[in-house]
């Protein structure tokens, strides 16, 4: 299967009571493994991508000519769609002219009146492309980027303002942060999301900082609409741990141990593994 935009994966995922998770991907190795685990899992997937991870990987065309290639030439034949996180006003657009099937709009950080303003316009750029659209009200907590939150819980009421405005899926801050999760977290504000839902119907919602969340939260987040989970962290924690120990046991130093491939490969099975353990939990394997 070609790339497709988010928006059909995550309808039928509300009405299947599940979620579809965002993976963020920062290089070959990234994702390539993502993909490879939800061809294995039989899951759509979403790979995220940031305005940084963007740049690192040289660019947005960059990233569209590795995913496309890595689903042609591995035979992914699951729902991929690749979708701009936490985008900027500008950023959404060169995505767009990238190729990219879905994009994310952030605006958040501006007065609801902007923010529903730039959105209006970022939908009917998109939907003209059919480019599926992510909008956010209350700001995720944590860092992205660059950019610093503190965890606001969204205005159901600027909820279904956003919602009006014909986006595909909808990121509400209910408490939730990017990054690990600091001691004495109150955890999810789950009377504002079940809110949120009575305000913006079978919208599907997105839940930003996937990573420390409990299951228990994570499943009944997925009862109340929750349609999309990103996961970012926990990839990133795996993957740096697994390659620490690969080089503190010092098998860089036997034989051609030094070999990238070789340095990478237990980090890119970490990644793997994480990857299935989440589609699990979120009850998206078997649903492609």
Same mark, same amino acid.
């Given at each position: 299967m070609a790339l497709v935009s988010a928006t059909e994966m995550l309808n039928k995922a509300v009405a299947g009571h599940y979620a579809v998770g965002q993976f963020n991907i920062n290089n070959l190795e990234w994702t390539k493994a993502i993909l490879e685990t939800a061809q294995e899992c039989n899951s759509p997937v979403i790979l995220g991508v940031s305005e940084g991870a963007g740049k690192y990987m040289g660019g947005y065309d960059v990233i569209m000519g590795m995913v496309n290639g890595l689903i042609k030439d591995q035979n992914i034949t699951v729902p991929v769609a690749v979708h701009l996180d936490h985008g900027s006003y500008d950023h959404c657009y060169k995505c767009m002219e990238a190729g990219f099937p879905s994009v994310m709009f952030d605006g958040s950080h501006y007065s609801i009146e902007e923010n529903i303003e730039k959105t209006k316009e970022i939908v009917a750029a998109a939907h003209a492309k059919g480019i599926s659209v992510e909008a956010e009200v209350g700001s995720i907590g944590g860092e992205e980027d660059g950019v610093v939150g503190m965890g606001e819980c969204a205005d159901p009421a600027q909820c279904k303002m956003i919602a009006d405005l014909g986006i595909d899926f909808l990121a509400?801050?209910?408490?939730n942060i990017h990054g690990k999760y600091p001691e004495g977290w109150k955890g999810l504000q789950f009377d504002v999301l079940a809110n949120i839902q009575k305000e913006t119907g079978t919208l599907p919602l997105v839940l930003h900082g996937g990573t420390g969340i409990p299951d228990d939260m994570i499943k009944?987040?997925?009862?109340?609409?929750?349609?999309?989970?990103?996961?970012?962290?926990?990839?990133?924690?795996?993957? #740096?741990?697994?390659?620490? !120990?690969?080089? *503190?046991?010092?098998?860089?130093?036997?034989?051609? &141990?030094?070999?990238?491939?070789?340095?990478?490969?237990?980090?890119? #099975?970490?990644?793997?593994? !994480?990857?299935? *353990?989440?589609?699990?939990?979120?009850?998206?394997? &078997?649903?492609?």
């Open positions: 509400a801050g209910i408490g009944e987040a997925i009862s109340l609409g929750v349609a999309k989970i990103n996961v970012n962290t926990e990839c990133q924690l795996v993957f #740096a741990e697994a390659t620490r !120990k690969y080089i *503190e046991e010092g098998k860089d130093l036997v034989g051609k &141990g030094f070999d990238p491939r070789k340095v990478l490969a237990p980090g890119y #099975a970490a990644i793997k593994a !994480k990857v299935k *353990e989440k589609m699990e939990l979120f009850g998206s394997v &078997g649903q492609a």
